[in-house]
């Protein structure tokens, strides 16, 4: 190996694998695996035996800390069914029994605290007749899914429920929470001046529209303590008129510097910020990467009962023409930047906080997987650690990939294909793209990609072998 090339990577390691401390916890690198969540759980809420192997094999694969999939903290919240919620204290003992198996592994586990508001994808039988809830009676623009603004007594009693959120992951033995406040989901919904069109105390300027979440944080810290890790995620900057642009585009970025000073509550609230962008899921800009128009036709339909627009949608996904204009206009809205697109953003929102309390550090998402990107946005001062989550379904190892190369070998880095995004609508979560996988033939490509997908589920929850009382099998 060139020397130089083998200090750089040195050098590289020496900063990405440093330990990261905030106020009330410390993470052993700058890695942390962002929030994914797969369909692995019972369809009432309560946690599979998938989701406990789901976790662990990120942990063991050498991550920092695991932010969790997206939690409901009602079933009113989820976005889709077969994920595991913090609704109830029953939940309880499975969170446990997660975060037992990533701490087995040196690795910290932080459960992120989520409502989908009017972004409710498939949200199961037990939403099937509601609106769903939100800042605004308008449905989304993207699948045109219906929605009601929420009274007052209705944000009191969710402001409540992301508080019980927290006490439960505190007494599941978890290392702290993230509360979801980007990516289109209610706190987003609450806090754009895209969507928030309330003329109450929770709606107009930004700091009225941070109501809502700023409630959530305090509720937080009066269930928990001070002592118990919040952070918050958050977009840079909306982009909300990505699709169509006579849309308001959202808060700017001067609002969320604004939003994320007032959540800092005088050295009371939030600990630490996780910066995104995009007020709807998916977009452009997260995950970042392409729109797999085949899989998009193919797994979409599900949604078709769910929105009013969803159905034009289909239609456009399934036609070649309209399918490959509706890609390149996602691509272009995209822009070139793929790995690290929410730099500037994370480096400001860093300044901006670290000016006030130097304490607080900020975690950046974005398509990582290369050494030198990570090392060099924790070098320039753009972050202190980054999220991935595609990445490390491609290469769950990755962590000790970057530990002495720059990144995964060739044809073993993650495409940016989204296919596992789409997939996750009706398959189990995984990588779907053949061409990563090893063999002769595409049958063989597909039939590795498939094992490595239903891993998942191995080992199993009564293992082959088991014996009856008096030892017959």
């Known amino acids: 190996m060139n020397p130089d ?10 900063i990405i694998f440093r330990p990261l401390k905030f106020r009330n916890l410390e993470i052993k690198n700058r890695i942390v695996r962002s929030n994914i969540s797969g369909t692995f759980d019972d369809y009432n809420g309560h946690g599979g035996h998938a989701r406990l192997n789901w ?12 932010l969790t999939s997206f939690t409901p903290v009602s079933v009113r919240g989820r976005i889709l069914t077969r994920y595991a919620m913090i609704d ?52 989304d623009y993207f699948h045109g899914i219906l929605c009601r603004a929420m009274s007052k007594p209705e944000i009191a009693e969710i402001v409540q429920m992301f508080a019980q959120g927290a006490r439960r992951a505190r007494e599941a033995g978890l ?43 305090r509720a937080i810290r009066a ?104 890609q390149a206009y996602w691509r272009w809205r995209r822009g070139k930047v793929i790995e690290g697109i929410n730099l500037p953003y994370a480096r400001a929102i860093r300044a901006a906080v670290r000016a006030i309390d130097p304490g607080v550090p900020v975690i950046c998402t974005g398509g990582f997987q290369h050494a030198d990107t990570i090392a060099g946005a924790i070098r320039d001062g753009d972050c202190d650690a980054v999220s991935i989550a595609r990445a490390l379904i491609a290469n769950n190892d990755l962590p000790r990939i970057l530990q002495t190369a720059n990144g995964p070998e060739p044809g073993r880095e993650c495409t940016y ?10 398959n189990p ?41 008096g030892g017959t099998p």
């Open 55 to 66: 976790e662990e094999k990120f942990a063991r694969g050498g991550a920092g800390a695991i």
């Open 429 to 469: 979560l995984g990588c779907y793209e053949v061409s990563r996988f090893p063999g002769d033939s595409f049958e063989e490509r597909y039939d590795a990609m498939i094992a490595e997908v239903m891993s998942v589920f191995d080992p199993p929850a009564f293992p082959q072998g088991a014996t009856r009382k």
């Open 175 to 217: 290392d702290g929470v993230e509360l979801h406040g980007a990516n289109g989901y209610l706190i987003t919904q609450f806090l754009s001046s895209g969507i928030n069109d309330r003329r109450d105390e929770y709606g107009g300027n930004w700091e009225a529209r941070a109501r809502f979440v700023l409630e959530i944080v």
């Open 223 to 326: 269930e928990v303590g001070q002592d118990f890790h919040l952070q918050m995620k958050i977009n840079g900057e909306d982009h909300n008129d990505w699709l169509y642009p006579w849309q308001k585009r959202g808060n700017s970025l001067d609002e969320t510097l604004n939003i994320c000073r007032l959540l800092m509550d005088d050295g009371k609230g939030v600990d630490a910020f996780h910066v995104s962008s995009g007020s709807t899921f998916p977009h452009p800009r997260n995950p970042p990467g392409d729109l797999p128009m085949r899989d998009l036709a193919r797994w979409y339909d599900g949604l078709i009962s769910q929105g009013t627009r969803a159905g034009f949608n289909h239609a456009i996904f399934s036609n070649r023409l309209t399918a490959r204009v509706f």
């Open 417 to 426: 294909c989204n296919k596992c995004l789409i997939n996750d609508l009706e």
């Open 5 to 14: 090339k083998a200090f750089q990577h040195q050098e590289n390691s020496e």
């Open 88 to 139: 109830n204290d029953d939940k309880i003992p499975f969170w446990r029994a997660v975060g037992q198996r990533v701490h087995g592994h040196d690795c910290k586990l932080i459960l992120q605290l989520s409502h989908s508001g009017r972004q409710q994808d498939l949200g199961g039988v037990e939403n099937l007749y509601l609106k769903a809830l939100s800042s605004t009676d308008k449905k």
